[in-house]
């Protein structure tokens, strides 16, 4: 039987959240899915204990977290972190069979974008969080994460930082892709990047794809961030938030459709190799 070793790095440094149970909710859907394959899932809590995944594992997801994609530079967890990001780089370069896959959330899509330089990464003039449309571009029709969502979608965004300016020689250089930007609106002046495509195996969000209609009650919920969401967008479009969260082909869509498509393709293509 194919052993798949998935990793998810969890960089919410103990806080509060729901995005690590809709991640390993996500894993365990999946892996019913692949009963033939015998799936090991572990968490690492890398920014909190400096717990960092070997490069053995498959499959890697990177978590959203709370703060500055600054917070951690000198600290060893980020050392930690950048090193694993360039040895699976650096092993997918060097093999052309087996690969690893990674999928960066939020705060992890910032530190992606550190990584790689492919946008400029700046605060916002004020925090984003709520269900917001997003706007793919035309390679995110065809991607295999965003194809089978509409234009514009729906995801959760919960984020103080943002990736602008998309570095066109870098992402030329290293053959990525701009899958998708933020939609404009009133509060927007400038779109930030939300979905980049580094290869075929390494994609990340700026947006929550994991999050699903609970663990947005929870954020909604809470009256410092109710309080913020009706400060910025208005008491209607608080409402309207809520309605779209209970709408099938809105954050329930994105939910099923995003990191399931990423894992289903990661799986897909490595039980081939390992068999």
């Not at 890398?46 to 994609?69: N, Q």
């Not at 065809?142 to 514009?152: A, D, S, V, Y």
């Amino acid at each position: 039987m194919p052993k798949i070793k998935i990793a998810t790095i969890d960089l919410y440094n103990n806080e509060r959240n729901e995005g690590m149970r809709c991640i390993g909710e996500i894993v365990e859907e999946t892996k019913k899915k692949y009963s033939d394959i015998d799936i090991n899932y572990d968490v690492y809590e890398t920014r909190f204990k400096e717990d960092i995944p070997g490069i053995d594992a498959d499959v890697f997801i990177s978590s959203g977290g709370p703060g500055s994609p600054f917070e951690g530079e000198g600290k060893k967890w980020e050392k930690d972190y950048f090193n694993l990001i360039e040895k699976i780089y650096s092993y997918n370069q060097l093999n052309t069979d087996k690969k690893k896959y990674v999928f960066f959330i939020c705060h992890s899509f910032q530190m992606m974008a550190r990584f790689f330089e492919f946008g400029d990464i700046s605060k916002r003039k004020s925090k984003s969080i709520g269900v917001m449309p997003f706007e793919k571009t035309k390679p995110g029709y065809t991607n295999t994460i965003l194809e089978q969502l509409p234009n514009p979608f729906y995801a959760a965004d919960i984020r103080e930082y943002q990736v602008t300016n998309p570095n066109k020689k870098v992402i030329d250089d290293i053959g990525a892709e701009i899958l998708s930007y933020e939609f404009l609106n009133d509060t927007v002046s400038e779109p930030a990047i939300a979905a980049v495509r580094i290869s075929n195996q390494i994609v990340g969000t700026q947006f929550h794809p994991e999050a699903d209609p609970e663990s947005m009650l929870y954020h909604f919920n809470r009256p410092d961030e109710k309080k913020q969401i009706v400060d910025t967008y208005g008491e209607e479009k608080y409402n309207q938030m809520l309605e779209i969260l209970q709408e099938p082909n809105a954050v329930k869509l994105t939910r099923k459709t995003v990191i399931p498509n990423f894992l289903n393709q990661a799986i897909d293509e490595l039980s081939k190799v390992l068999i």
